[in-house]
């Protein structure tokens, strides 16, 4: 049996009438009638009733049609995705970002890959800035989100947006009518040999403010920043773009106007890439995450 019986086979099926089959398949009447005759022949049953005036299918033809069309639709995609294999959207690729980036689009991101490539394995890595800078100029990442600048001629860059600063105070904690009462609070932040561009940019936020932060408690991340502040450990100054995700905690985020302390959040890449699939995944983050 090959491949275009069966595909004779559901045209004739579907037009029940061997003239009109054989014209959509380009060929004449006698051959689609042989074709037909061989496959039954090899199946040992009769797959259509044959009369003056009609081809109708019998029993065991609706089952072979349902088995024949299913092979078929599987057959294209064995090819489609043996094509992907083939043309490397496939295997591993590693994407850095910093922990301020919105999880929801994340995830949105990561669905999106597996969708369109489902034979990518993705691996995440939350990591700030300057790591994420090292690891895709020496080749263990292939992607990243920082937070602006770039100081690597060896990597390119797409702005995705314009990110500020906010304060976040426990809902037990008032704010005071005289921001440089803020100097004494616990302050809790990122350690400054971690974020080091992040960590001087959060210090010239509160000059601006007018206070001297009191460094009390530092981590690597802003989730455990935020639960910190959660729990009534502390003040801090968090990206504006986290508000949105943490509305659960028991933190007020007080947005000051007119300051002018922002920052950009980039898509970074090695400018010579290895794998073919990078610039469909940057595009999807740039779909995802620009605004």
């Known amino acids: 049996m090959e491949l275009r019986h069966l595909r004779y086979f ?20 006698p051959p689609l009638s042989r074709q037909i005759k061989e496959l039954e022949g090899e199946l040992g049953a009769t797959l259509f009733l044959r009369t003056n005036k009609r081809v109708t299918l019998t029993p065991a033809g609706e089952y072979f049609l349902k088995e024949a069309q299913a092979i078929l639709l ?6 489609h995705h043996t094509n992907q294999i083939h043309h490397c959207l496939a295997g591993e690729i590693k994407i850095g970002y910093i922990s301020s980036v919105d ?6 991101l990561i669905q999106r890959i597996q969708k369109k490539h489902p034979y990518v394995q993705t691996k995440l890595f939350e990591l700030p800035t300057e790591k994420q800078i090292s690891a895709l100029e020496n080749r263990k990442l292939d992607i990243g989100i920082i937070r602006a600048p770039n100081p690597s001629y060896r990597l390119q860059t797409e702005k995705l947006y314009d990110d500020g600063f906010c304060l976040a105070l426990p809902k037990k904690v008032e704010l005071p009518k005289d921001l440089s009462a803020l100097s004494d609070f616990p302050f809790i932040f990122y350690y400054a040999n971690y974020a080091p561009v992040y ?16 460094f009390r408690h530092e981590c690597n991340n ?3 920043i935020l639960e910190l502040v959660h729990l009534n450990a502390g003040i801090s100054i968090v990206p504006r773009s986290v508000q949105s995700q943490y509305k659960h905690l028991d933190i007020n985020f007080f947005n000051v106007e007119n300051l002018t302390i922002k920052t950009e959040i980039l898509l ?16 999807y983050i740039v779909d995802i995450f620009k605004k």
Not at 10 to 29: T, V, W, Y
Not at 74 to 79: C, I, N, P, Q, T
Not at 268 to 283: A, G, L, W
């Open 103 to 108: 999880k929801t689009k994340l995830g949105s």
């Open 199 to 214: 960590h001087n940019q959060m210090l010239a936020f509160c000059a601006q403010l007018g206070f001297l932060p009191s």
């Open 222 to 224: 802003i989730a455990s």
């Open 268 to 283: 970074v890449s090695p400018r010579e890439q290895e794998h073919p699939i990078i610039p469909y995944i940057s595009k």
């Open 74 to 79: 599987k057959l294209d995609s064995v090819k």
């Open 10 to 29: 559901i045209m004739l099926a579907d037009e029940l009438h061997f003239g009109k089959a054989a014209k959509r398949l380009f060929i004449s009447q």
